[in-house]
């Protein structure tokens, strides 16, 4: 069964550095997001993505972030000056359409530790 | 604004005891869509179903069984038979009409004891 895939399952980041986390979505899907997870609580949405624009995305998901599709198959989200408050785990997720049910397929996070 | 509670933060129960997880909703759309995601140790969410909100009928797959009522603004889960690969973080989502976004609840922590 297709899956979404991330890279690297754990980044160790010194505060102010930048962190770039990757994704493949799964393939024929359109629509791909960031969720994250703060350790212990629950998934909160970051950013969605569609037509190579962001297509929604909350009030956490300031200017320190960005998310890039550079070529057919990957999707990327960048942390430009890292705080320790970004320590969490980063969930990419995909789906075939926008249709209300269609449901979003995570891939198995990365954990990023802030030091 | 959309809400997700679930009230319930830790479950621990005996193998083969059926074991219920609440979730109760909030939202102002007549058309919405509900989730249940599993997080097992390995920290992954798998997808396990998903409701329209015009769609009340319960669902039941193999030991899992649904019941989602707008009455009362639920949707809640029922393993029967519980065993020790049951053992997770299980958290139910909600999603508005022409909204992108899946608002989780908190999560509940089910443990399955040998």
């Known amino acids: 069964e297709p899956e979404v895939t991330q890279t690297p399952s754990h980044q160790v980041t010194q505060m102010g550095q930048e962190v770039i986390l990757r994704c493949v979505p799964i393939?024929?899907?359109?629509?791909f997001y960031w969720y994250r997870q703060i350790l212990g609580q629950k998934v909160e949405f970051l950013v969605s993505?569609?037509?190579?624009?962001?297509?929604?995305k909350s009030e956490i998901f300031d200017d320190q972030f960005s998310v890039e599709r550079p070529d057919g198959s990957n999707f990327t989200l960048k942390i430009r000056s890292t705080k320790l408050e970004d320590s969490a785990m980063y969930f990419c997720?995909?789906?075939?359409?926008?249709?209300?049910?269609?449901?979003?397929?995570f891939g198995d996070g990365t954990r990023l530790s802030i030091l | 604004a959309q809400k997700v509670t679930q009230a319930q933060t830790e479950i621990s129960v005996v193998e083969k005891e059926d074991v219920t997880l609440d979730c109760v909703y909030e939202?102002?759309?007549?058309?919405?869509?509900l989730f249940w995601y599993k997080q097992p140790p390995s920290g992954e969410l798998v997808f396990l179903i998903r409701?329209?909100?015009?769609?009340?009928q319960n669902e039941i797959s193999g030991r899992y069984s649904w019941n989602f009522q707008k009455s009362t603004s639920s949707f809640n889960f029922t393993i029967t038979a519980s065993q020790v690969v049951d053992s997770a973080v299980y958290f139910c989502?909600?999603?508005?009409?022409?909204?992108?976004?899946?608002?989780f609840g908190q999560g509940t922590r089910l443990t399955i004891n040998p």
């Open positions: 997720a995909s789906s075939e359409g926008l249709g209300g049910n269609q449901p979003q397929h």
């Open positions: 393939s024929n899907h359109l629509y």
């Open positions: 993505f569609y037509n190579n624009e962001i297509s929604e």
């Open positions: 939202t102002r759309d007549t058309t919405y869509y």
């Open positions: 409701r329209n909100s015009f769609d009340e």
């Open positions: 989502a909600l999603r508005t009409q022409g909204a992108q976004k899946l608002v």
